[in-house]
């Protein structure tokens, strides 16, 4: 079983910077780890569908939305089974529940496994 957990929300204001990280453990059924999967970020706003923010594949390959391309920074940290994404120039736009994925392959182009949501914040 493949757990995620993220961290590192909060509350800020307009313009500042802030790092969601997210610790995965387990393996699948199939024993995947960390290293083989792609790892995704997205973020529901209130009142909105859940929408894609980021994504980092197993060989560092990086996609971003076009809403925080060039503000949003994803990467990855296989010794420690972590992601992250640094978030600067923030915006009051950006607030929303922050969800961290993993793609394991066991469902392909699926992102199988959920994280429980970071609030983050921005006040204008």
């Known amino acids: 079983q493949v757990q995620l957990a993220e961290s590192g929300g909060g509350l800020v204001q307009a313009g500042d910077s802030l790092r969601l990280s997210c610790a995965v453990s387990?393996?699948?059924?199939?024993?995947?780890?960390?290293?083989?999967?792609?790892m995704g970020w997205f973020r529901q706003a209130p009142g909105k569908e859940r929408e894609y923010v980021a994504a980092?594949?197993?060989?560092?390959?990086?996609d971003y939305a076009d809403s925080v391309k060039g503000r949003f920074t994803i990467s990855r940290d296989n010794a420690k089974n972590t992601v992250h994404v640094y978030m600067d120039s923030l915006k009051p736009e950006d607030t929303a529940v922050y969800y961290c994925?993993?793609?394991?392959?066991?469902?392909?182009?699926?992102?199988?496994?959920w994280g429980q949501g970071t609030q983050v914040t921005v006040s204008s």
């Open positions: 994925a993993a793609s394991t392959g066991e469902r392909v182009g699926e992102y199988d496994y």
């Open positions: 387990g393996r699948t059924a199939s024993g995947r780890t960390f290293s083989t999967y792609t």
């Open positions: 980092i594949s197993w060989i560092n390959g990086t």
